[in-house]
């Protein structure tokens, strides 16, 4: 069976390079019918676990994905990594290191005087004698001492390590007998059964060192797939002004979960030259042998499209729902079906989509001046005078072809353009010169706000000597 694994270090949110890989992993776990587990790497107990767990919980309700069996924290499984420990240094594959940190720097400081790579140089690694008084040990591994590591993997192919440029005997667990960082994921990976282990390449680094323990032990190395990082449009790593922000701001912000989703799977991965996934799409056709090998560019633009694309393909009533979350509350009617299908055509986000609505929900402030003025010149008022009488003496205008008719007949009687009705009008209703199609507005408004606005719009332009 395949097992992957997302083991994120709770940094306190989720943010959007992790959960690419997160996703990743998660596809790849489901495309195989396996499973895919959460395991929290706190070994570090100055941050709050808790927290971030929660955050990351959340953040995985909100899109929609799911880890099988309970969350694995590190930190509740000491007694394990001891054992591992103890078992090692049994075995004669790891040994205490009583070299005290002052020593360890002179050392290094010695070597890099020699233009050598700054290293421990396996002092004890043999040692018999009688440990030095007052020094709480280390445990180190024995690494090979020459040759080459190779690290088979599933996208980069295989890279090889030189031993003499990258290793030393490192550290396993520290003088508090606390374990150290490529240890523990070794241990877990190999007990929690991981088999494919797919993680960002700034991993890559790390990894011969893992596959030291794996050896050490007798553990069977996973797979490994070390994804190309993320950049901005510059070529560089991503940063928080990029969008390498908390998964959770893009909620906020009115992206939806299938949107945020479909843009992180096609960073790094293509399946010919599809740009709409579902989920279930997704989970057939992902497979991390085809993530690209150099970094994916991060794109606001591709996922404002996606975004729109998946406002727009969405039930109204669904949209409804959603938008409670920014204080819209709409009732189930018919103006409400004549809101959202106008307005989802064209909103990026769910907080644009409700700002718009907002926009056409209240009277307008007439704050530009500028725009106000120009839509009020020449007959104008006039031209809303008319509209405005006629619209009074039409019986119960009620769908945008009500209002269209309505319009067309100033229009036609006035023998006017369009705009010269279009534009002082819009700017009565709306309080600027863009928007969506009037007769929608003034159906969604209904005729009584319409003949008010109308009117208030003209006291102003009176007021100010626009008329
Ligand atoms: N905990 C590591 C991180 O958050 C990931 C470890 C791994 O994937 O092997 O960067």
Redesign the pocket.
């Known amino acids: 069976m395949v097992i992957t694994r997302f083991?994120?270090?709770p940094t306190g949110f989720l943010h959007i390079g992790?959960l690419r890989?997160a996703l990743f992993s998660y596809l790849w776990a489901k495309h195989n019918g396996g499973k895919f587990i959460l395991r929290i790497?706190d070994t570090d107990r100055s941050r709050n676990n808790e927290d971030a767990a929660k955050a990351i919980i959340e953040a995985f309700k909100w899109l929609g994905l799911s880890h099988d069996g309970e969350i694995e924290y590190q930190s509740k499984r000491t007694d394990i990594y001891k054992r591992y420990i103890r078992k090692l240094l049994d075995e004669g594959k790891a040994y205490y290191c009583y070299m005290s940190k002052d020593e360890l720097v002179s050392l290094k400081d010695e070597q890099i005087s020699h233009k050598e790579r700054p290293r421990y140089d396996g002092r004890y690694r043999d040692f018999n004698g009688t440990p030095p008084r007052g020094v709480e040990p280390v445990v180190r591994i024995k690494a090979p001492t020459s040759g080459t590591i190779t690290v088979h993997d599933g996208i980069k192919g295989d890279v090889v390590f030189n031993v003499d440029d990258i290793l030393d005997d490192f550290i396993i667990a520290r003088s508090d007998g606390t374990p150290t960082y490529n240890f523990v994921?070794a241990i877990d990976d190999a007990l929690m059964g991981i088999n494919e282990?797919i993680?960002?390449d700034d991993?890559l680094s790390?990894t011969p060192k893992q596959i030291i323990i794996y050896d050490a032990l007798g553990l069977e190395i996973p797979n490994f797939y070390h994804v190309p990082m993320i950049h901005n449009q510059n070529g560089k790593k991503l940063s928080k002004r990029d969008g390498a922000t908390d998964v959770m701001e893009y909620k906020k912000e009115g992206y939806l979960p299938q949107a945020l989703l479909n843009f992180l799977v096609r960073l790094g991965w293509s399946h010919g030259d599809q740009e709409i996934f579902t989920i279930q799409e997704m989970i057939e056709m992902f497979n991390p042998k085809d993530i690209n090998k150099s970094a994916s560019i991060y794109n606001t633009e591709k996922l404002d499209w996606l975004n729109a694309h998946y406002i727009k393909n969405m039930s109204n009533e669904h949209l409804k729902h959603l938008l409670e979350d920014y204080d819209i509350i709409l009732t189930s009617n018919d103006k409400t079906e004549i809101l959202l299908d106008n307005l989802k055509e064209r909103a990026k986000t769910l907080q644009e989509l409700a700002l718009q609505i907002k926009d056409i929900l209240t009277q307008p402030a007439y704050e530009n001046e500028k725009a106000f003025k120009k839509a009020f010149k020449g007959d104008a008022v006039d031209i809303l005078t008319a509209f405005s009488d006629k619209l009074k003496s039409t019986p119960k205008p009620h769908l945008p072809v009500d209002f269209h008719i309505v319009m067309q007949n100033i229009v036609d009687e006035q023998g006017i353009g369009f705009g010269k009705l279009g534009q002082p009008l819009r700017m009565a209703l709306l309080g600027k010169l863009s928007g969506p199609g009037l007769d929608s507005v003034m159906a969604v408004i209904g005729v009584d706000d319409t003949i008010n606005r109308v009117s208030s719009a003209i006291s102003y332009a009176a007021q100010n000597g626009y008329a």
Do not use: D
């Open positions: 083991a994120p270090s992790g890989t790497e994921v282990v993680r960002g991993h790390n």
